[in-house]
C-alpha cells in the first residue's frame, strides 16, 4: 500500500516515474492544492464534484471559482469544466490524494507535537501543508504512528473503509447510544461549529444518548453527561458516531 517506491525496490522499468512520483515533482499551486482537496472530499463523500457548491466551500466568489477550473482544465488536474459537474483525472486525485494526506498529517503534527488547540489546526495546517516534501511526510507518518484519521476523525485517503460504519447523528432513533467518531471536513472549515462542539464536549471520542429526533423541527437531542445538547440537522449530518450496543 505504500505510495513511493522503497529504497530496496529495483531502480527503472515500473517503478521509476510512476503518476504518485510525477505528481509530487510537479506539485500544483496552494490554491489549486486547496481546490483540489475539497474535490476529493466532495467526491469521496458525495459521488460528484459539484462546480456549484465550490464557490461556498472555497468561500470565494462563483466567478473566481469558474476561472480557477479553466486553469486546472488546462494543466489537466480535472475535466468537465463548464458543465453541472467536473470530475478529477487520474493526475489530478493523485495530487489531491497526496494533498489531503499532508493536511491531514499536519493537523496531528500542530495538535499532537505543537499543542495547538483543536479549533485551529485546520486552518494553520493550510499554511503549512503545501511546503511539505514527500520525505517530510515519511516522517511525519512514522512519528505520528501511521494515523488513518485525522484528528476530526476524517480519513486519509485509502482508509475511507475506517469510517465507513459511522452514521450521521441524523440516522439515529431516540434511545440509542452512541460514540461520536468523526466531524466532517465541511464542519471543520466552521470555527463557530467547531467552537460549539468543544463547548459541549460533542467529539471524537465521546459516548452520547439520543433522547430525540424532530424531523419536523429538523433537530436531533443528544444527552452527553446528562446534559441535554440540541443540534439542528445541518450541523448534525456533519457528526459521525458508531452505533453501541444498548
Ligand atoms: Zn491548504
Ligand atoms: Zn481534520
Redesign the pocket.
Known sequence: MSRHSSSSAPKGGATRGSLAERVEEHRPTHTVEDYLMTMHVMERDYGEIVAARLAEMMGVAPATVAMTLKRMERDNWITGTGRKAVHLTETGRQAAHSVTRR??LT?WLLLRILKVPLPQ??DE?HGIEHAISPSLEERMRAILGDPQ??????PLPGYEHVVSAWVPLTEFSPNERAIIRR?H?FA?ENPDLLNFLIENKLLPGVEVRILDILPFNQTVTVQVDNIPVTLGFAAARYIFAERRAP
Open positions: 493536511h491531514m493537523e489546526i485546520h495546517a484519521v485525522c484528528p476530526h476523525g476524517n466531524i471536513e471543520e
